[in-house]
Nanobody, 121 residues
Framework: QVQLVESGGGLVQPGGSLRLSCAASGRSFTINTMGWYRQAPGTERELVARFTSSGITNYAHSVKGRFTISSNNAMKTWYLQMNSLKPEDTAVYYC???????????????WGQGTQVTVSS
């Protein structure tokens, strides 16, 4: 089994910065894509940023130029650097990964537990 553990998040003023981290652990696996989603109250979960093992990166239009996704795949950890935060960025942020587990030859999506990001003065 694979687990994703998030860290970071919290309360920040508009214009401030935060960094989220997500670490994957478990038995014999390969990460195909890694990313971040968010869900605000009363809305559907939406993609924030995604990074593939082939080097393709996608960002939501609303965060382009402000958020940066990066990874240290050797450590199976990825990050979301969030700058110039706005109140509308307030949401629960979830890390996500599409992972191939070698021991059972299975490809599945995994999710972190979620972390609250609140942007408010």
């Amino acid at each position: 089994q694979v687990q994703l553990v998030e860290s970071g998040g919290g309360l920040v003023q508009p214009g401030g910065s935060l960094r989220l981290s997500c670490a994957a652990s478990g038995r014999s696996f390969t990460i195909n894509t890694m990313g971040w989603y968010r869900q605000a109250p009363g809305t559907e979960r939406e993609l924030v940023a995604r990074f593939t093992s082939s080097g393709i990166t996608n960002y939501a239009h609303s965060v382009k130029g402000r958020f940066t996704i990066s990874s240290n795949n050797a450590m199976k950890t990825w990050y979301l650097q969030m700058n110039s935060l706005k109140p509308e960025d307030t949401a629960v942020y979830y890390c996500n990964a599409n992972i191939y587990t070698h021991y059972d030859l299975n490809l599945s999506d995994y999710w972190g537990q979620g972390t609250q990001v609140t942007v408010s003065s």
